[in-house]
């Protein structure tokens, strides 16, 4: 069975550049999450879709950032536009449904570099 | 809120010897505790996880302990390998977080031959 992917898995673009990062879940997985570890710290939490319902998006910085996650599917996480300190890796991650506090399978994130 | 203090890298350690790298955590509720490993140009993997107090989460001869009594969840292993170099990640998830991970900061562990 296929794991997360994610796509890109890097991106090196200029700082007021738009980006969109993809996440594909494991099939069935109703829970998706997105992270991100910036500048070698902590891994921090940015948001939590149901299907395509957003649960909880506490950790978004700012609304430069907009996640989508459309049919519940796949999801996207647009930076627009980007600025520096937007650079990091991307992890998204995915769970069974009422799971809990059970596994999250995290994908190889995606590395953003913002020039 | 929730979250995890782990001990600052980098730990370099030669091989065969003995690997600890302390985690505590602060919770409501009863978090599920978790190892995840980041190997170099990898993705992050869970290594071992305890959901309860006093399991015992081992894997690749690694493990930890839930310690309610003292909120922690230490790593240790026997006998480091040159391949276990890699990015130590401790984490909790808890229903009162609405379940998602909250990571600590990473311990770089450096392993020579």
């Known amino acids: 069975e296929a794991g997360v992917t994610q796509f890109p898995s890097h991106s090196v673009i200029e700082k007021g550049q738009t980006v969109t990062l993809r996440c594909d879940p494991i099939s069935g997985h109703d829970n998706l999450y997105w992270y991100r570890r910036v500048m070698g710290k902590e891994i921090k939490f940015l948001l939590h879709f149901v299907k395509e319902s957003k649960q909880d998006e506490s950790g978004m910085p700012n609304n430069r950032f907009l996640a989508e996650r459309t049919g519940g599917t796949y999801s996207t996480l647009k930076v627009q536009p980007a600025e520096l300190e937007d650079s990091g890796v991307y992890f998204c991650?995915?769970?069974?449904?009422?799971?809990?506090?059970?596994?999250?399978?995290f994908g190889p994130g995606t590395r953003l570099t913002v020039l | 809120g929730n979250s995890v203090t782990q001990m600052e890298g980098p730990v370099t350690l030669s091989e065969e010897a003995f690997l600890t790298i302390n985690c505590t955590y602060t919770?409501?509720?009863?978090?599920?505790l978790f190892w995840y490993v980041q190997y170099p140009g990898e993705g992050l993997q869970l290594l071992l996880k305890a959901t309860k107090a006093d399991d015992k989460g081992s894997n690749k001869g690694f493990e930890a302990t839930y310690r309610k009594e003292t909120t922690s969840f230490h790593l240790e292993k026997g006998s480091v390998q040159v391949s276990d170099s890699a990015v130590y990640f401790c984490a909790l998830s808890a229903n009162t977080g609405g379940f998602k991970t909250i990571f600590g900061a990473g311990t770089r562990l450096f392993v020579k031959a």
């Open positions: 991650a995915s769970s069974l449904p009422g799971t809990g506090g059970n596994e999250q399978f």
């Open positions: 919770a409501t509720g009863y978090p599920s």
